[in-house]
């Protein structure tokens, strides 16, 4: 089963008796798309017309979903872009919200089967050319990382590292700021990820900052609150305010 990317001709997705494979190019050359699909018979192809998702059906093998293609349309439109030693593609808006505990079994273990969600906050999907990342070959060198940062106007509110890998690389900001540095004595040696995070942002246009190596990219991404309730942004500053900032304030307002 064939679909055509309706937004860009050039992007053709085929279901195959071995799985997955994608065109950029029209249909001239296929790539086997390894990526979270397992070479199983893919029977059913759509592409989301709002959330830009590519949901598979397969054979015997559940459902999948490849979040936002846009950086796959990216790819057709403009394939010089993997000339480039780096590109941090356009990011989709991001709605916070908050998810409650379901009923029923709290720590499933083994006992039930399902599938990951798409990661919560902005998704950030980047190219990495050869020359800036590591090998990106099964088991190759993951040492290299890219240094993501976020910004408030001028005030970088949050840092962190994602993969590096030579090719497209995905990761996503959890839309809250970095946590309160707290005392930490030399024995303590708690995984960053750890730690307690920051609080959220307010609702607005942030940059995201990629850096690999002497290659730097930036972004907009707009945050939006969740559409279930009503706040108003006197009240979300008021929170934010009553915070202890390190440095008695927010860094930055919105």
């Known amino acids: 089963m064939a679909q055509s990317g309706a937004v860009n001709p050039n992007l053709?997705?085929?279901g195959s008796e071995f799985g997955l494979y994608v065109s950029l190019d029209g249909g001239e050359r296929w790539r086997l798309w390894r990526h979270g699909v397992?070479?199983?018979?893919?029977?059913?192809?759509v592409v989301h017309p709002r959330d830009h998702?590519?949901?598979i059906g397969t054979h015997g093998r559940s459902a999948y979903i490849l979040d936002d293609v846009r950086p796959l349309r990216a790819l057709a439109a403009s394939p010089g872009l993997l000339n480039e030693n780096l590109h941090l593609f356009e990011?989709?808006?991001a709605i916070q919200h908050r998810v409650a505990q379901v009923g029923?079994?709290?720590f499933t273990a083994d006992g039930i089967f399902h599938g990951g969600n798409r990661p919560f906050g902005a998704l950030l999907t980047y190219y990495v050319g050869g020359s800036s990342g590591s090998s990106g070959n099964d088991g190759g060198d993951d040492s290299l990382k890219a240094k993501i940062e976020i910004l408030d106007r001028d005030s970088v509110i949050r840092s962190f590292e994602g993969p590096a890998k030579a090719g497209i690389n995905r990761t996503a900001w959890n839309l809250r700021h970095d946590g309160f540095k707290r005392l930490r004595d030399e024995d303590d040696d708690t995984p960053e990820e750890f730690l307690p995070p920051g609080p959220?942002?307010?609702p607005g246009v942030y940059a995201v900052r990629v850096t690999v190596g002497d290659h730097e990219a930036t972004q907009a991404v707009e945050v939006r609150p969740d559409p279930r309730f009503t706040v108003t942004m006197a009240d979300r500053e008021s929170k934010?305010?009553?915070l202890p900032w390190p440095t008695g304030?927010?860094?930055g307002t919105r």
């Open 12 to 14: 053709l997705y085929l």
């Open 38 to 45: 397992p070479r199983a018979p893919v029977r059913a192809l």
């Open 53 to 55: 998702d590519l949901v």
């Open 91 to 93: 990011i989709p808006a």
């Open 104 to 106: 029923g079994i709290r």
């Open 200 to 202: 959220d942002v307010l």
């Open 240 to 242: 934010r305010d009553a």
């Open 249 to 251: 304030k927010a860094s």
